[in-house]
DNA sequence: GATAAATGCAACAAGTAAAGTTACAGATGA
DNA sequence: TCATCTGTAACTTTACTTGTTGCATTTATC
């Protein structure tokens, strides 16, 4: 699978269930759709569980379900539950030592961050309802 | 250095130059203040070259300058001048032979550019010249 | 012209984060 | 009791980025 594509397969994922959300699937059905790896699905779903877009049953006839109407779940739930991060920078960077290198420092890495947010925000006007296959 | 620093390094050296615009710098010199190799400055500052953001003069005395005024360079410039592409995925990948799987992965890619082409408007919003040190 | 100092670029090495894999414990319904 | 799920840890593989070396080319200066 390519790199930078827990976001992608979240979305496909969310999308497939938002289209029948009764239904309960398998790590190893989606997987399947997927192009990948049941280990991987649930790893990547179980971040979106933890923030209580999902919700996975264990057992027979367990699998994972929608926690919430589809209209309910914005692209900002799934980027944020997913812990992504495409603009800022990380935390723990080395920040430079010398005054005028350091304000400056300081200074893109809060324009960085007011981007990312913005991009947050945009994301909020979308919800997975709005996905449909055309 | 970090990943993801392409963009934090392009950023650093143009706000360092903004700073002092007719001055000139080797990439030896920026990357003593980056903290990394004068041939990745050289990789990143090329790309902002070719954008028509930055001149490079050749032979003794050569380096670096500024192409424009701060004010007319914004973030969008920079980031398109590096092609990044932190939202949208990259075009390169295999698009499922399912119609109904087709359909979903089109309109999420459909979206996830939309959201892309968003970032870069808002990145358009703020210019060189806004990135001073306090 | 010779020399020193710069970019341009290619080729390769090293590092890093994500994806993929294997294995197994725990939960649950048949 | 057994089959079928999830949860998770540990490890390997893969893909991409950064770092490094080496050298050709350009240009100012002596």
Do not use: F
């Amino acid at each position: 699978m390519k790199r930078k594509s827990r976001l992608s397969l979240a979305l496909h994922t969310l999308a497939h269930m938002a289209a029948d959300p009764q239904k309960v699937q398998t790590s190893a059905q989606i997987a399947g759709h997927a192009g990948t790896n049941p280990v991987v699905v649930r790893r990547v779903l179980g971040k979106l569980r933890d923030a209580g877009l999902l919700t996975a049953e264990k057992g027979h006839a367990g699998g994972w379900r929608l926690a919430r109407k589809p209209e309910l779940v914005s692209l900002a739930d799934v980027y944020v539950a997913l812990e992504e991060s495409l603009v800022a920078a990380s935390k723990k960077e080395d920040v430079p030592t010398c005054s005028l290198e350091h304000g400056l420092h300081t200074k893109v890495t809060s324009i960085l961050e007011d981007v990312e947010q913005s991009l947050i925000a945009r994301l909020a006007e979308t919800s997975l309802s709005e996905i449909n296959p055309v």
